[in-house]
């Protein structure tokens, strides 16, 4: 799970998240190819990411043995439903994160969903990619440069 905009605010936090997710998902063909030189056989990296944006809860949470910081609550709780659902290559925004990512982003509508946890349906949309700063789209298999996506890592599934 990455997170932005804690422990302080960012205007531009859901931006970063999406710039952040199209670059992973750029990257993983190209791990795919890295991986499958390194053992032999073929590897396909596939990644399915899920997007939402609001409060949560901070802090360091466990024992005085050990300790970690964590986000916690409903927003949490969202992004990751959306990633459950989301299959492999695709990245699924709710409704608060398209709205707050601003219309850099090229998204398409979904459905609304209900989630588990949740009593009112989520409307979910598809990342398809984003507009770079010169106006031309730039498609999740061409990868731009971001300060956010350099944080960005871990392997398997990813959440926001």
Request: aromatic share 6%; net charge positive.
């Amino acid at each position: 799970m990455a997170v932005f905009g804690a422990p302080f605010p960012q205007p531009d936090q859901a931006s970063h998240a999406f710039y952040a997710a199209l670059e992973m998902q750029a990257r993983q063909a190209e791990l795919s190819v890295r991986w499958s030189a390194r053992l032999g056989r073929a590897i396909d990296v596939a990644i399915g990411i899920g997007i939402h944006t609001g409060p949560v809860a901070l802090g360091n949470v466990g024992h005085e043995r050990h300790r970690e910081y964590a986000v916690v609550g409903d927003t949490v709780n969202v992004a990751s439903r959306l990633q459950d659902v989301a299959q492999p290559g695709e990245i699924l925004a709710s409704e608060a994160a398209v709205h707050a990512a601003g219309a850099v982003f090229t998204v398409e509508a979904s459905e609304t969903r209900m989630i588990r946890g949740r009593s009112t349906p989520v409307t979910v949309y598809v990342v398809r990619g984003a507009v770079g700063p010169t106006g031309r789209s730039a498609r999740r298999d061409r990868p731009w440069s971001s300060s956010a996506t350099k944080s960005a890592g871990g392997s398997g599934r990813a959440k926001w």
